[in-house]
């Protein structure tokens, strides 16, 4: 007996009709009829709302307009390759149909996956750069321990330079070197009495990286300027996706190379290799320490538009896994 998938909504009358050839092609294709109400997902919704009705049997697929004369060839079509494919005894065959037969727990857990993905990642994002500040509060409130332990599991994944982080709870949300110019803030060496950190083969910037703060200077936030700038645009993005329903078409990678990633690495790097102790080097590119309003521009645009690049394509991957456990549910509940 075919499986034959009728992609409808309530009131559609093209579907009504369609189910109605169905049923008088009934005796002569043999079938069982599964209908998917595309109303009960939007990547349905937004894929068959102005074709319905769709109709898939095995690997044909035929929308609106549908006439009696198309859908016995597509029955018959159907019909054919399944009978030759039982005869074949196709091993591969027989796997997808046991398969086709029963929702499994890793089914179930892909499905509620796929469902649930965005909310998934907006709030491991939500978490990653939302524990760093907890850190500086932590110290605030005199409790060390926790503090360091937000501190200690975050070292491997930022540098944590205190020249280079955000600090609350202080005189000043930052504290830059001298050398990014600055006006009317203290520096680092000045707020904290270590010096030599402009040199990157200094051992003092160890001491830059471990200082966490003091009561008049603030406590440091554990993740860099650049790397909270990053992480809260793309939370950003992933909510703004959300409440548009997820219907943002991804950014074309030329335009993602352009706006999230010439900045920063046009920033980043003009810094790194300005800071080699190199003659031939620096009469090329001049010293250079980017400032804090740098870092966080140049991070938020990484991270809005890398996520621009990357949540509309993990969409569609998302979308073709519900519709396909959608379809299976629906097949299944027929069944039985």
């Given amino acids: 007996m075919l499986n034959v998938t009728l992609f409808t909504k309530k009131d559609c009358k093209l579907c009504e009709e369609v189910k109605a050839d169905l049923e008088a092609l009934r005796d002569q294709f043999p079938h069982r009829l599964v209908e998917v109400d595309i109303e009960t997902d939007s990547a349905l919704m937004e894929k068959y709302k102005n074709i319905i009705p769709v109709l898939e049997v095995g690997p044909y697929k035929?929308?609106?307009?549908i006439s009696r004369q198309k859908l016995k060839m597509t029955l018959g079509a159907a019909s054919d390759r399944k009978n030759q494919l039982e005869k074949l005894d196709d091993p591969v065959y027989k796997y997808k149909m046991e398969k086709g037969k029963k929702l499994t727990t890793g089914d179930r857990i892909s499905f509620w996956i796929a469902k649930r993905y965005l909310l998934i990642l907006n709030l491991f994002v939500l978490i990653y750069v939302g524990l760093p500040f907890l850190a500086p509060t932590f110290?605030?409130?005199?409790?060390?321990?926790?503090?360091?332990v937000l501190y200690r599991v975050y070292k491997p994944l930022c540098h944590q330079f205190g020249f280079r982080s955000f600090f609350l709870y202080g005189e000043q949300p930052f504290y830059p070197l001298a050398e990014a110019n600055l006006a009317g803030y203290k520096t680092f060496e000045e707020a904290t009495g270590i010096s030599g950190v402009d040199d990157p083969y200094s051992l003092t910037r160890f001491d830059a990286r471990n200082y966490i703060g003091s009561e008049t200077v603030g406590y440091k936030v554990a993740l860099c300027e650049r790397d909270v700038a990053i992480y809260i645009a793309i939370l950003i993005f992933g909510i703004i996706f959300g409440l548009t329903g997820r219907r943002f078409k991804s950014l074309h990678w030329i335009l993602w190379l352009l706006l999230g990633i010439a900045p920063i690495g046009l920033d980043g790097f003009s810094q790194l290799f300005s800071q080699f102790n190199?003659?031939?080097?620096?009469?090329?590119?001049?010293?250079?320490e980017s400032t804090p309003l740098l870092r966080t521009l140049t991070g938020t645009l990484f991270g809005f538009f890398t996520?621009?690049?990357?949540?509309p394509n993990i969409e569609e991957s998302m979308s073709e896994t519900r519709q396909y456990y959608i379809k299976k549910s629906a097949v299944i509940e027929a069944s039985e």
Avoid: H, S, T
């Avoid at 190199?278 to 250079?288: F, G, K, S």
């Fill in 307 to 311: 996520a621009w690049f990357a949540y």
């Fill in 62 to 65: 035929i929308q609106a307009p």
């Fill in 278 to 288: 190199w003659d031939w080097l620096n009469a090329l590119v001049p010293y250079r």
């Fill in 139 to 148: 110290m605030k409130l005199g409790l060390e321990l926790p503090a360091q």
